[in-house]
């Protein structure tokens, strides 16, 4: 309840300032509405879906590249006890830089289009998904195998049957921290350079100074980024009755 | 032990030196464009090019970090100690830190670069924004989690608010402070980084963001290394500093 009108009494306030100092650059929340009301009819970007659904392709295509790089990443480097230690470090290393410094190459190298949006989400959502499946490797029971092995399990199925569900936890946390990843990445990298895509619109609006509608793009592009975090959330409650 | 660590070192120093040469391999070969994939040599050659201008850069964005930094600490514990430690602040509060601490600041980039300009500031309020959210959670559920026997024994030995906030909550979230820490470095320099690129006049981000541009591979396979070496570098040197930190504490 308090929350409720400590909200209102926030936008209230915001609404009040942004009238009396500067409307155009301080977006009044009444200003909002019908940018969003005429954003969501096509007024003002008629290509709006078409920038939607690019943006959705190139997080889906990113993800997808990221899942099997990095379960495969993550399984090749958890095999073996050495190799796991000996690049375990250097990629938590790379982990810890600041991935947008990788961005202006990747623009180099594939350009402005979906490619270097691709690639860029691919890389964020690449690490936690390989560091997720090392820690959940780490996390199995050795005995389990042993007795597995010993009961006469071979190593697939030891695999799919012991291995999995022991892992099963931190790996689908993996998995959702690498899709808000991607699509952060995805959003990064149309926002620093693109033609096209809901980065390309809010770019577009914001150099127009078409505030209301820049903030209108916003919303919509939360509801991209909320949404497949929810989706996300849902898969990994899921998960999670499964291994109990 | 030590015969597999240094079975580890020697695998790791080996594997980059075999990644290193297959590059310069292949650079040299011309199965790449070196237009695009420079061979590391032509890369350390860009790098001494460069030299001062990169290190100026360097030196403008670590600067703007290191301002950033020190915001988003102080900032981060001091409302994460506030709202953390005031029952009535953190029901009314914390929903909204916690929605402002997942929404995905680039967002806001452009409205911030509106509002302040190009430059200084918007690198230094953005690179805070990025940094104070972890810091702020943190504290908030360190705060939180203070073990209650703690303070009841404090006030029922006649503890002041004071004494409570300074003798027995400040030393509990030390650890979580430090967490917090370690990851805000990261996220402040990520987020100077950003601002430069999208709207900068100097600095490192801005350097990247021109070479890219210019096409030239070289330097900005030499730039993007320095940057990655000198954050992993305050990582590291961070990673140390805590465990000092641990051990004093014991």
Known sequence: ?244 | MTTQRARVLSLQILSVLVVLAAWEAVARLGWVDPLFVPAPTAVAAAFLRMGRGALAGLGDTLAKTAVAYVLSVTLGVGLGIAIGSVRALRDVLSPFVVVLYGMPKILVLPWIVLLLGFGTTPAIVYGTIHGLFPVLVLVMGGVRDVDRTLVTVARSFGASTWQLYWKVLLPAIVPTVLAGMRLAIVFCLLGVLIVEMFAGVRGMGHVLGSLANGFQAPELFAATALVSVSSIAIVLGLDALNERLSIWRG
């Open chain 1, 1 to 244: 309840m308090l929350r409720v009108l400590l909200l209102v009494a926030g936008l209230a306030i915001w609404e009040v300032f942004a009238r009396l100092a500067n409307p155009l650059l301080y977006v009044p929340p009444s200003a909002v509405l019908p940018a969003l009301g005429r954003l969501l009819r096509l007024e003002s970007y008629p290509d709006l879906l078409a920038s939607l659904l690019l943006t959705l392709r190139e997080i889906l295509v990113a993800y997808a590249l990221a899942v099997v790089a990095g379960l495969a990443g993550g399984f090749a480097l958890g095999i073996h006890r050495v190799i796991g230690r000996a690049y375990g470090p250097i990629l938590a290393a790379l982990y810890a830089v600041p991935a947008v410094v990788w961005y202006p190459s990747l623009m180099l190298f594939f350009g402005l289009g979906e490619a270097s949006k691709i690639a860029f989400g691919f890389l964020l959502g690449f690490f936690p998904i390989t560091l997720a499946v090392l820690a959940g490797i780490r996390q199995v029971n050795p005995q389990m195998i042993m007795v597995a092995r010993a009961f006469g399990a071979r190593p697939p199925v030891v695999f799919v049957k012991v291995m999995i569900p022991a892992m099963l936890f931190t790996l689908v946390g993996g998995l959702r921290t690498g899709l808000a990843l991607t699509v952060i990445g995805v959003i990064v990298g149309e926002i620093l350079g693109s033609r096209s895509g809901m980065g390309a619109l809010i770019n577009h609006a914001y150099g127009l100074f078409r505030t209301s509608d820049y903030v209108a793009l916003v919303l919509v592009t939360l509801v991209l980024i909320v949404g497949s975090d929810a989706l996300a959330g849902l898969v990994e409650r899921r998960a999670q009755q499964w291994t109990e």
